[in-house]
């Protein structure tokens, strides 16, 4: 996720910036950047690679604006660093969201004339404006048009050399106003300026900041002026970073419905998927006899769900298969198989060997990446990427659903594609998938019924968790959470299989945590409740909306909202990642950094 600062005040701007944007060192990044206004022009610098051991070259100044780029258009190069410039050098911009609509802009740009140096969405800006000046409007007309002809997601802040005030703008993506004594700050989060001053106003979407030495804010649509209440932040600095959650875990889980939004952003239009990351690989997806799925851990959860949609949407045979095992098999492949590799850090030792295996056999590989530029991104044929912004708990959570929406919706294009569904069909699942968002925000919103059972249970040694269909892995990825952040032991199994020898570890120290939604499999999982309670088992379910039945036969219930049957793992999973954490945190563990473990395990 970028991160942008800006500044005006009395101190240099050009030594402050470096400072302040490494205090969102923590959101990740691949490139940097600051410009800062050097009457009579603006002063530019732009790195790629990280600010470890970087000292400013800028003139001294009292107004400038700082970027961190964590890449999503264009690779993690100089040029693609921000600010971005007009072709003048008069405006500069520093961009953090997604622009859906940018090339259409950059081509009427083009037919304009305007050059642009970069392969971002962010360029178009700083053209736009510097296109409706040239018209004769102020440099707050030109922002305000701008901001209106933008699709898609923006926080941005915009220097113009003619003009000794910075312009900030939001629409989907944060920003905050820090108000000091003399100076004044806008960054993407407090983090960045806390050590200045607690004072801040948080900008809503469609509003325009103008900061001097004072702030004014706008409705960039309407240009009405707004009266902003000051906030005062209690965090401290450490706290801030973690946007006020205890753990990134926490905060990662709760990003959720955002992670999701932006996963889903400019990707279904007209009823139907759009990947342009597919683009000329239609016909070869058109010959297709078969589908496997290559990953680890919770992004091998990841494909074990996607298994049962992708077999019910496009009707093809899907294989999941553990990358670390693939690779030292002599795996059946060839060129009529697609080949998805799903990996969060896209540096993961055996998935990448899995991957090349899979290319020397001439397979079509598509990776599902949340990395930009990581090595299995680079070498997969296509890469579709999560843009779940940087995962920094060892324990992936929003990671996972934004692989299990991306997954979902190569499903449906190649289920368009190959047409093995009707449209309605496709159309129904789409609608609820852009719902999904919302229903993340009322599942997450429902924490306290869940840190209520976690105080109950934090003792327990053992548990299981038991689901089934695609619930199944959310129960095999309800037990790895518990394990890797708790240190206590968890066994996730198909609901149907404990009959088999598990059930013989029921007792009252082992809870069993039921995925037990309204689903095809419902009555079957009610049969299997009463198989544990029967034996001194103790029931925890996760359950449909106001589930009455499920209520009344189990000791606890964790609610999920409401969704349509092939989506609820996008939902389940939720209140089984905030048990893990709330029973890890009880138990004082190192959630972000969990002994033995690492994020990103590039060794074999
Ligand atoms: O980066 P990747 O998705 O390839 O990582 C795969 C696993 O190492 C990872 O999912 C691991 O299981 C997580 N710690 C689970 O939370």
Same mark, same amino acid.
């Given at each position: 996720?970028?991160?942008?600062?800006?500044?005006?005040?009395?101190?240099?701007?050009?030594?402050?910036?470096?400072?302040?944007?490494?205090?969102?060192?923590?959101?990740?990044?691949?490139?940097?950047?600051?410009?800062?206004?050097?009457?009579?022009?603006?002063?530019?610098?732009?790195?790629?690679?990280?600010?470890?051991?970087?000292?400013?070259?800028?003139?001294?100044?009292?107004?400038?604006?700082?970027?961190?780029?964590?890449?999503?258009?264009?690779?993690?190069?100089?040029?693609?660093?921000?600010?971005?410039?007009?072709?003048?050098?008069?405006?500069?911009?520093?961009?953090?969201?997604?622009?859906?609509?940018?090339?259409?802009?950059?081509?009427?740009?083009?037919?304009?004339?305007?050059?642009?140096?970069?392969?971002?969405?962010?360029?178009?800006?700083?053209?736009?404006?510097?296109?409706?000046?040239?018209?004769?409007?102020?440099?707050?007309?030109?922002?305000?048009?701008?901001?209106?002809?933008?699709?898609?997601?923006?926080?941005?802040?915009?220097? @113009?050399?003619?003009?000794?005030?910075?312009?900030?703008?939001?629409?989907?993506?944060?920003?905050?106003?820090?108000?000091?004594?003399?100076?004044?700050?806008?960054?993407?989060?407090?983090?960045?300026?806390?050590?200045?001053?607690?004072?801040?106003?948080?900008?809503?979407?469609?509003?325009?900041?103008?900061?001097?030495?004072?702030?004014?804010?706008?409705?960039?649509?309407?240009?009405?002026?707004?009266?902003?209440? &000051?906030?005062?932040?209690?965090?401290?600095?450490?706290?801030? !970073?973690?946007?006020?959650?205890?753990?990134?875990?926490?905060?990662?889980?709760?990003?959720?419905?955002?992670?999701?939004?932006?996963?889903?952003?400019?990707?279904?239009?007209?009823?139907?998927?759009?990947?342009?990351?597919?683009?000329?690989?239609?016909?070869?997806?058109?010959?297709?006899?078969?589908?496997?799925?290559?990953?680890?851990?919770?992004?091998?959860?990841?494909?074990?769900?996607?298994?049962?949609?992708?077999?019910?949407?496009?009707?093809?045979?899907?294989?999941?298969?553990?990358?670390?095992?693939?690779?030292?098999?002599?795996?059946?492949?060839?060129?009529?198989?697609?080949?998805?590799?799903?990996?969060?850090?896209?540096?993961?030792?055996?998935?990448?060997?899995?991957?090349?295996?899979?290319?020397?056999?001439?397979?079509?590989?598509?990776?599902?990446?949340?990395?930009?530029?990581?090595?299995?991104?680079?070498?997969?044929?296509?890469?579709?990427?999560?843009?779940?912004?940087?995962?920094?708990?060892?324990?992936?959570?929003?990671?996972?659903?934004?692989?299990?929406? &991306?997954?979902?919706?190569?499903?449906?294009?190649?289920?368009?594609?190959?047409?093995?569904?009707?449209?309605?069909?496709?159309?129904?699942?789409?609608?609820?998938?852009?719902?999904?968002?919302?229903?993340?925000?009322?599942?997450?919103?429902?924490? @306290?019924?869940?840190?209520?059972?976690?105080?109950?249970?934090?003792?327990?040694?053992?548990?299981?968790?038991?689901?089934?269909?695609?619930?199944?892995?959310?129960?095999?990825?309800?037990?790895?959470?518990?394990?890797?952040?708790?240190?206590?032991?968890?066994?996730?199994?198909?609901?149907?299989?404990?009959?088999?020898?598990?059930?013989?570890?029921?007792?009252?120290?082992?809870?069993?945590?039921?995925?037990?939604?309204?689903?095809?499999?419902?009555?079957?999982?009610?049969?299997?409740?009463?198989?544990?309670?029967?034996?001194?088992?103790?029931?925890?379910?996760?359950?449909?909306?106001?589930?009455? !039945?499920?209520?009344?036969?189990?000791?606890?219930?964790?609610?999920?909202?409401?969704?349509?049957?092939?989506?609820?793992?996008?939902?389940?999973?939720?209140?089984?990642?905030?048990?893990?954490?709330?029973?890890?945190?009880?138990?004082?563990?190192?959630?972000?950094?969990?002994?033995?473990?690492?994020?990103?395990?590039?060794? !074999?």
């Amino acid at each position: 996720m970028c991160g942008i600062v800006g500044y005006s005040g009395e101190k240099n701007a050009s030594e402050l910036l470096p400072s302040c944007l490494r205090k969102l060192d923590y959101r990740g990044y691949d490139s940097f950047g600051f410009a800062v206004q050097a009457n009579p022009t603006i002063a530019v610098e732009k790195h790629a690679g990280r600010l470890d051991g970087f000292t400013s070259q800028l003139p001294e100044s009292k107004l400038g604006i700082a970027h961190t780029r964590w890449a999503t258009h264009g690779s993690v190069t100089e040029k693609n660093a921000h600010p971005h410039m007009s072709c003048d050098g008069s405006i500069a911009v520093v961009h953090n969201g997604i622009i859906e609509n940018y090339s259409e802009l950059r081509e009427q740009l083009k037919q304009q004339g305007h050059k642009f140096v970069s392969e971002t969405d962010s360029e178009v800006i700083p053209h736009l404006i510097e296109g409706l000046l040239a018209q004769g409007k102020s440099f707050e007309e030109a922002v305000r048009e701008t901001c209106d002809s933008l699709q898609g997601t923006f926080a941005l802040l915009i220097l @113009n050399k003619e003009s000794n005030k910075l312009v900030a703008a939001r629409k989907g993506s944060p920003l905050v106003i820090g108000v000091g004594k003399n100076e004044n700050f806008v960054a993407s989060d407090v983090t960045a300026f806390i050590e200045f001053t607690k004072d801040v106003i948080f900008l809503d979407d469609n509003e325009l900041a103008i900061v001097d030495g004072n702030v004014e804010v706008q409705n960039f649509s309407t240009g009405k002026k707004l009266d902003k209440k &000051v906030s005062k932040i209690e965090w401290d600095a450490e706290q801030a !970073e973690k946007s006020g959650y205890k753990h990134f875990m926490l905060k990662e889980i709760f990003e959720q419905p955002e992670a999701a939004q932006k996963c889903l952003q400019g990707r279904i239009k007209d009823g139907k998927v759009v990947l342009p990351e597919l683009e000329g690989r239609d016909e070869k997806l058109k010959e297709i006899n078969r589908v496997i799925i290559v990953a680890c851990g919770t992004s091998w959860h990841a494909g074990l769900v996607a298994e049962y949609i992708m077999e019910e949407l496009v009707g093809l045979p899907v294989e999941v298969e553990y990358a670390s095992e693939f690779r030292y098999r002599n795996p059946i492949v060839d060129d009529k198989c697609l080949v998805i590799v799903v990996s969060q850090s896209g540096e993961t030792a055996d998935t990448l060997a899995a991957l090349r295996e899979a290319k020397k056999k001439g397979a079509l590989v598509i990776s599902i990446c949340n990395v930009m530029g990581s090595t299995i991104a680079r070498e997969s044929h296509s890469t579709i990427y999560n843009r779940a912004g940087p995962e920094i708990g060892v324990a992936s959570t929003k990671a996972f659903t934004t692989q299990l929406i &991306v997954l979902t919706l190569v499903s449906l294009y190649l289920a368009d594609l190959i047409k093995s569904n009707p449209l309605e069909k496709q159309r129904e699942i789409l609608s609820a998938l852009q719902e999904i968002p919302d229903k993340m925000q009322q599942t997450v919103d429902e924490s @306290n019924q869940v840190l209520a059972i976690a105080k109950k249970y934090w003792e327990k040694p053992n548990a299981l968790y038991l689901g089934r269909g695609p619930n199944f892995p959310i129960a095999l990825e309800g037990a790895l959470k518990l394990k890797e952040i708790s240190y206590l032991h968890a066994e996730g199994m198909s609901a149907a299989e404990m009959k088999h020898g598990p059930i013989a570890l029921i007792d009252s120290d082992m809870p069993a945590i039921f995925v037990a939604v309204k689903d095809k499999t419902y009555n079957k999982i009610l049969a299997n409740i009463e198989e544990i309670k029967a034996r001194g088992g103790t029931v925890i379910a996760v359950a449909s909306p106001a589930d009455k !039945e499920m209520e009344g036969n189990v000791a606890e219930v964790m609610h999920i909202a409401k969704t349509i049957e092939l989506l609820q793992p996008l939902l389940t999973v939720l209140p089984l990642q905030l048990l893990a954490y709330y029973i890890a945190d009880i138990r004082e563990c190192d959630i972000d950094k969990p002994r033995n473990l690492a994020k990103s395990v590039t060794v !074999e």
